[in-house]
Nanobody, 119 residues
Framework: QVQLVESGGGLVQPGGSLRLSCVAS????????LGWYRQPPGKQRELVAH???????NYADSVKGRFTISRDNTKNTVYLQMDSLRPEDTAVYLC?????????????WGQGTQVTVSS
């Protein structure tokens, strides 16, 4: 059974940093496209950052220059380094793994980790 497990969330002051991790129990992890999404309270889920199998990255405009996505295929893990955090970054952060060759059947989500930015 495929599982994605996020960790690293918590409470941080504005301007602080957090590093999120997501470990995936997936075969052929290296071919998967990986993403971090977030869902603020009462709002829709939105894409924060994405990294392809060849490590091409994309970011939401609101996090460019502050967040960095990376992956370690030897550990089946995707990371999100979040710096200069703002109150508006408060949300549940979820990781996603999608097989680009089977995007419907092999599309997996974690349960999420809460990030709260507040003084």
């Amino acid at each position: 059974q495929v599982q994605l497990v996020e960790s690293g969330g918590g409470l941080v002051q504005p301007g602080g940093s957090l590093r999120l991790s997501c470990v995936a129990s997936i075969s052929a992890f290296e071919i998967y496209d990986l993403g971090w999404y977030r869902q603020p309270p009462g709002k829709q889920r939105e894409l924060v950052a994405h990294i392809s199998s060849v490590e091409t990255t994309n970011y939401a405009d609101s996090v460019k220059g502050r967040f960095t996505i990376s992956r370690d295929n030897t550990k089946n893990t995707v990371y999100l380094q979040m710096d200069s955090l703002r109150p508006e970054d408060t949300a549940v952060y979820l990781c996603n793994a999608k097989n680009p060759f089977r995007p419907v059947s092999n599309n997996y989500w974690g349960q999420g980790t809460q990030v709260t930015v507040s003084s």
